[in-house]
């Protein structure tokens, strides 16, 4: 029976590489293991200049995504016995600048997380006797689904179009604005929309799909940019009928 498996991970340190190289590494096969604990056993026991991002441990705080033979997956929710015999190439997660081994930069895709302005936007706030924002179960299912994202970056490494078009949006900040547009209590939508429109936005994404398919909550980023096209679509014959309807 099995009792190791080969992990070849992408290192790269600046101040020794001018190119990443890969480095092999024996660790257990265990079947309770996932690649976050194989890359926690090599930093204890083989290899301490080994870096990596994680925290929970739990697939709720997304950073430590990486690549693993090729596809993105969160480490901490993809067991080792998946990839028996082995080897397992583990690498950082692509379409993004490397800052060290499997560390990414995120500073850009924080950037247009930032340009969906993910909170609810109120021209004027209603007064506090009034109470709180109401909202009703079937409201809130309304941009549920969009809310679970947790920002791991999967769907940018998935998606061809981040790799072709770095400046593209991205599914998880398309995904994000939808989550707002959609909540009753929001009135920003005019705002973002105006974003989704530009040369980045909505229009760049070909429909792929592979974003939605690496999601780990489900969140379907390529269908809340697809409900996007359809409501943009739907807005243009209004402007072109509504004039003769008003006739």
């Known amino acids: 029976m099995q009792t190791t498996i080969s992990l070849e991970i992408q290192r790269y340190r600046p101040e020794q590489e001018s190119e990443p190289v890969y480095q092999s ?32 441990r739990m697939g709720v705080c997304g950073s430590c995504g990486m690549m693993a033979n090729g596809t993105p997956v969160l480490t901490c929710a993809t067991f080792l016995e998946t990839y028996a015999p082995g080897p397992i190439r583990v690498e950082p997660l692509i379409n993004f600048p490397v800052i060290r081994d499997l560390i990414i930069d995120m500073s850009e895709f924080i950037t247009k997380l930032k340009q969906m302005k993910p909170w609810i936007v109120r021209e004027e706030e209603q007064p506090l006797s009034d109470g709180e924002y109401l909202q009703t179960p079937d409201q809130l299912t309304e941009y549920k689904q969009y809310s679970m994202c947790i920002n791991c970056m999967l769907c940018y490494a998935a998606c061809p179009i981040v790799g072709l078009e770095p400046g593209f949006l991205g599914p998880a900040a398309i995904a994000l604005a939808q989550r707002y547009n959609f ?29 939605s398919i690496v ?6 980023p390529a269908g809340a940019i697809q409900r996007y096209k359809v409501a943009a679509a739907a807005e243009w014959w209004k402007s072109l009928l509504l004039p003769w309807g008003n006739r």
């Open 25 to 56: 590494y024996e660790v257990p096969l265990r079947k309770d293991w996932v690649i976050l604990d194989a890359l926690n056993y090599i930093k204890d026991n083989l290899d301490g200049s080994l870096s990596y991002r994680w925290s929970c």
């Open 183 to 211: 909540d009753n209590r929001d009135q920003g939508k005019k705002q973002r929309t105006e974003i989704l429109k530009e040369d980045n936005g909505i229009y760049e994404c070909t429909f792929v799909g592979e974003c």
């Open 215 to 220: 999601c780990p909550k489900s969140v379907d």
